[in-house]
């Protein structure tokens, strides 16, 4: 049979998520996808109205199919960490089953288990401040939403997960080098994913023979990197600088991810693998 994948953290067809999303689909996995609960709304209605269909082809010309859209908040675990307040939000009392926990419990019933989990997803409320003006709320939030959503998914997906299985998840290289403007804690948070690819590689591996990589991803016009606000100057940056000198596009991260969590890569677990034309080698802007 061919493998089962569920991908945290997609809600557009702009994003690394879509990207990993199709490579996979192309490679023969059944997708399943998580998406933020207050994006769900317009994303089910936008794939059921075909407006993705231009970008759901996959190579040989068939149409991705999505087989299941699960609402999920991956900042909360269980039903009791969730709080008055957004219980009773709008556009979260119309969903059901959000929280981590309870995702991983609808998936293991609907289809009993899966081999791939991705984590593409990411949030800083502070983004746009410079660490130093950064509030601790602002900053455990970045950690929460971006690093530890990670620790939780591998952890409640784990049990379902077959021997053999991979995960991955998208980082960025602010976590080692300085990048003025990816504020707000983000770059920690990335510092904390990168660290616990590492720690999860080994857990998981001795556990579940499950192996666990990170995509240190070069920058893309996705929605979260627009909120960011200095994506263009990035792009424009990497272009100049990289060795490569192309656009860097999502579907390449999408192959990338579709390697690692394929049998080709079945002695690749805890690393970092760079998809940025090489900029991350450059020691001078040139
Ligand atoms: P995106 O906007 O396509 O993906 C981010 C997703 O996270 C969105 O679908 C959003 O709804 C979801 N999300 C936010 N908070 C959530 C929560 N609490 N629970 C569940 N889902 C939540 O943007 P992009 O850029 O493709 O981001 C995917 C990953 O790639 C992120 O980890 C990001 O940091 C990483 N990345 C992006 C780069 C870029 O330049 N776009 C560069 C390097 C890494």
Redesign the pocket.
């Known amino acids: 049979r061919g493998k089962r994948a569920f991908i945290?953290?997609?809600?557009?067809d702009?994003?690394?998520?879509?990207a990993i999303a199709k490579a996979l689909a192309a490679a023969g996995a059944e997708i399943l996808v998580?998406?933020?609960v207050p994006?769900l709304n317009i994303f089910e209605t936008s794939l059921r109205r075909g407006k993705f269909d231009e970008s759901r082809k996959l190579p040989d010309g068939s149409l991705m199919d999505v087989v299941k859209v699960y609402p999920?908040?991956?900042?909360y675990d269980s039903p009791e960490d969730v709080p008055e307040d957004v219980k009773s939000n709008k556009r979260y009392a119309g969903s059901s089953n959000w929280t981590v926990k309870e995702v991983a419990e609808t998936v293991k019933n609907d289809f009993g288990s899966i081999d791939i989990l991705v984590?593409?997803?990411?949030?800083g409320p502070e983004v746009t401040k410079p660490l130093l003006e950064t509030s601790r709320r602002g900053y455990l939030a970045a950690i929460s939403?971006?690093s530890y959503?990670y620790v939780s998914l591998l952890q409640h997906f784990l049990p379902i997960m077959n021997p053999g299985g991979a995960s991955i998840?998208?980082?960025?290289i602010a976590s080692e080098r300085a990048i003025p403007g990816y504020g707000g804690g983000m770059s920690s948070a990335?510092a904390a994913l990168e660290s616990d690819t590492r720690v999860l590689a080994f857990e998981a591996g001795r556990k579940g023979k499950i192996r666990v990589n990170t995509i240190?991803?070069?920058?893309?016009?996705?929605?979260?990197?627009k909120a960011i606000g200095f994506?263009e100057k990035?792009i424009e940056y990497s272009y100049v600088n990289a060795p490569l000198q192309k656009e860097l596009l999502a579907d390449e991260v999408g192959n990338t991810a579709a390697f690692l969590v394929s049998p080709l890569a079945s002695a690749i677990t805890g690393s970092t693998v760079y998809v940025d034309n090489g900029l991350n080698t450059m020691g001078l802007a040139v």
């Open positions: 945290a953290g997609v809600a557009d702009n994003g690394y998520g879509w998580g998406t933020w994006a999920l908040d991956a900042v984590h593409s997803l990411a949030n939403a971006s959503s998840s998208l980082t960025y990335k240190s991803a070069g920058p893309l016009g996705s929605r979260a990197a994506i990035m």
